[in-house]
């Protein structure tokens, strides 16, 4: 028998068969995988952690107003208010006056502090305040811009003496802005120092009285003392024998316009003196003198005595007077100063003429009318009429009522220099040019 022997080509060939198919993994066409000595598999990608619940939003704090400082202010500047509560970082709007609403320009401090500005040029009256149209307290703008209304202050009143220029002592009312109505109520700082204003009563014959007294002016002595001014009336009957010394009105009235200017020097005093209560809100640099009748000689009078003595120094700025005669007066010379005359149609005492020709004597700045209807006893708070005076056709309240807006107007112009807030009440001002109750009137 024959044995057969493979060949050793054979052997070689069925031997790598042999190692292909160990290798193969048992899948044909598969790649192989190669793992190195030491090497580990790749970790698993993590999963996202859970994202954490955030907090509740806290709700913001109620929006209240508790108070507002100061509580008022004057309409003829603006006023810086503070105002505080909570909420307010969520503050958006300010407003005062819920019917015409203005907005108010405002910071906000913290939350529970703001501070606003209430503009000047408001309507005067008390308001609602309020923030996000959240209701706060009442807010009060107070009248310094309407002549023809009362004006922002409380008027009180004091009763005295004074050392008279001819060496007696005179008695005198002086209306001033107090924090308390009426007599000796206490004086009001806010606005001081306030300038002074003398007011001369007309003439009173020593027999009859007819309403003329230095206590009997109320009407202009405390609208203008609203507005803030002190106004001092001085009782002239001290110095008046009737129709003056030697029946010489020049004599009268020159011993009226004497201690019309004693009245400057009191109150010149009585800023310094510690027991005055006027002390230190008197503002006597800046006075002006105004008068009714031969009280207004008296006030042209004084500011020609007082331009003399002390020229461009005088205290007195302007002068306002109320039906003034002109017969038996040298006025002597004010044409330094603007000056207001005030007439009327039925004066029988002292007509239109004489206004006529002492405002011819007037100087620039100066401004003159006539009040139709009017007569010469309605310059005073009764309507007494005086001997021989005409009968008047317009009431008392309308004859006050145009001498308050015009004499509040002259002096807001003339000594508080406010003269585009008043421009329509003087010289060519749509208000007095439109009023049927004045005529001839004309201006420097």
Same mark, same amino acid.
């Given at each position: ?122 309507r005067s009256g008390a308001f609602d305040l309020t923030i996000n149209g959240q209701l706060g307290p009442q807010w009060t703008v107070r009248n310094m811009l309407d002549p023809t209304q009362p004006g922002a202050f409380t008027v009180a009143y ?57 206590r009997a002016n109320d009407f202009i002595a405390e609208r203008l003392a609203s507005f803030g001014y002190i106004v001092i009336c001085v009782d002239l009957a001290p110095n008046n024998v009737l129709f003056g010394s030697g029946a010489n009105a ?84 004010? %044409?330094?100063?603007? @000056?207001? &005359? ?7 005492? #002292?007509? =239109?003429? /004489?206004? +006529? ?47 308050? %807006?015009?004499?509040? @107007?002259? &002096? ?7 003269? #585009?807030? =008043?421009? /329509?009440? +003087? ?18």
């Amino acid at each position: 028998m024959k044995t057969t022997t493979p060949s050793k080509s054979f052997l070689i060939l069925s031997l790598s068969l042999a190692l292909i198919g160990c290798g193969s993994g048992g899948g044909s066409g598969a790649s192989p995988r190669t793992t190195s000595p030491g090497s580990t598999s790749p970790a698993p990608t993590p999963s996202p952690a859970p994202a954490p619940t955030p907090a509740p939003t806290p709700a913001p704090t109620a929006l209240t107003i508790s108070s507002a400082t100061p509580a008022s202010g004057m309409n003829d500047s603006p006023t810086t208010v503070t105002i505080r509560g909570s909420g307010f970082q969520q503050a958006n709007t300010v407003t005062l006056d819920t019917a015409n609403p203005s907005l108010l320009s405002f910071t906000i401090i913290s939350d529970s502090e703001i501070t606003a500005i209430v503009p000047e040029g408001l309507r005067s009256g008390a308001f609602d305040l309020t923030i996000n149209g959240q209701l706060g307290p009442q807010w009060t703008v107070r009248n310094m811009l309407d002549p023809t209304q009362p004006g922002a202050f409380t008027v009180a009143y004091l009763d005295t003496t004074i050392p008279g220029a001819s060496g007696d002592s005179p008695s005198a009312r002086i209306h001033y802005p107090g924090t308390s109505a009426g007599l000796n109520g206490s004086p009001d700082s806010l606005g001081a120092p306030y300038p002074v204003i003398v007011y001369n009563h007309g003439f009173k014959p020593p027999f009859f009285a007819a309403g003329i007294d230095f206590r009997a002016n109320d009407f202009i002595a405390e609208r203008l003392a609203s507005f803030g001014y002190i106004v001092i009336c001085v009782d002239l009957a001290p110095n008046n024998v009737l129709f003056g010394s030697g029946a010489n009105a020049q004599d009268n009235s020159q011993r009226d316009a004497d201690d019309a200017r004693a009245a400057l020097d009191y109150f010149q005093v009585s800023n310094s003196d510690p027991q005055h209560p006027l002390r230190g809100l008197i503002d006597f640099n800046n006075a002006a003198i105004a008068g009714h009748s031969r009280g207004g000689d008296a006030a042209i009078l004084a500011a020609s005595t007082e331009i003399a003595a002390l020229g461009s120094s005088s205290r007195i700025k302007t002068i306002a007077v109320f039906g003034p005669p002109s017969s038996g007066i040298t006025t002597g010379a004010f %044409q330094s100063i603007p @000056s207001l &005359f005030i007439g009327a149609t039925e004066d029988r005492i #002292a007509p =239109f003429s /004489d206004q +006529l020709l002492l405002y011819g004597f007037a100087g620039p700045g100066s401004m003159l009318f006539e009040i139709v209807g009017g007569n010469h006893s309605q310059y005073k708070d009764s309507a007494d009429v005086l001997m021989s005076d005409g009968t008047a056709s317009l009431s008392l309240s309308e004859q006050h009522a145009i001498c308050q %807006q015009t004499l509040v @107007s002259w &002096f807001q112009t003339h000594i508080r220099g406010k003269t #585009a807030a =008043f421009a /329509d009440y +003087l010289y060519n001002g749509s208000v007095i040019v439109n009023d049927p109750r004045v005529q001839s009137l004309v201006s420097k």
